[in-house]
């Protein structure tokens, strides 16, 4: 076992891992952060994308130990303290973007690196964007549009699958 140390969602934290403790399981288990969520063990689902240093990542492709004194960001980080919801979780809630919600954290994290780098993304590049996201219930239509309107824009024309 060895000492990790890392910040997540802007708090110093800490815990042992093995050489094969995933990012994933060290979020979930030891910092009990259970909003990142596990759907696959062959790095496709997305449902455990989180940020690391600035760039969505699948937390089950990395190592813990690859993570340490890293800055890393969670569902968790994304509303704000007294609860109010970031504006792509709104957008979500808004848009009904969500079923089960199995995929959502990984979604919200995705669609917050994409919009970061591309602040007004075309419904080709949303769709491109979440290749790496499986979500089995919404057929993706509402995720979409969910986030074309958290980047203002007008969704009326996204079109229908
Ligand atoms: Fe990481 Fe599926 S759990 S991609
Ligand atoms: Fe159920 Fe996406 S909402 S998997």
């Known amino acids: 076992m060895a000492k990790v140390e890392m910040v997540v969602n802007g708090v110093a934290s800490t815990g042992d891992v093995e050489g094969r403790t995933l990012l994933s399981t060290f979020l979930r288990e030891t910092l009990d ?9 062959t790095s496709q689902c997305g449902a455990c994308v ?10 089950c492709t990395m190592l813990a130990a690859e993570a340490a004194g890293a800055t890393v960001s ?3 980080g994304m509303a704000a ?3 109010t919801l970031n504006v792509i979780q709104q957008a979500f809630q808004d848009h009904h973007g969500l079923q089960c919600g199995f995929c959502t954290p990984g979604m919200v994290m995705s669609a917050a690196a994409l ?4 602040p007004k993304p075309s ?5 491109d964007y979440l290749e790496g996201n499986i979500c089995r219930c919404t057929g993706y239509h509402n995720i979409v549009k969910a986030i074309m309107a958290a980047s203002g824009q007008d969704v ?3 079109a229908a699958e």
Do not use: Y
């Open 33 to 41: 952060l259970t909003g990142t969520h596990v759907g696959c063990d």
């Open 50 to 59: 989180v940020h690391v240093n600035g760039q969505a990542v699948k937390s």
């Open 74 to 76: 969670t569902i968790e």
């Open 81 to 83: 303290p007294d609860g």
């Open 115 to 118: 919009l970061k780098e591309n």
């Open 123 to 127: 419904e080709t590049e949303v769709r």
């Open 156 to 158: 009326a024309a996204v």
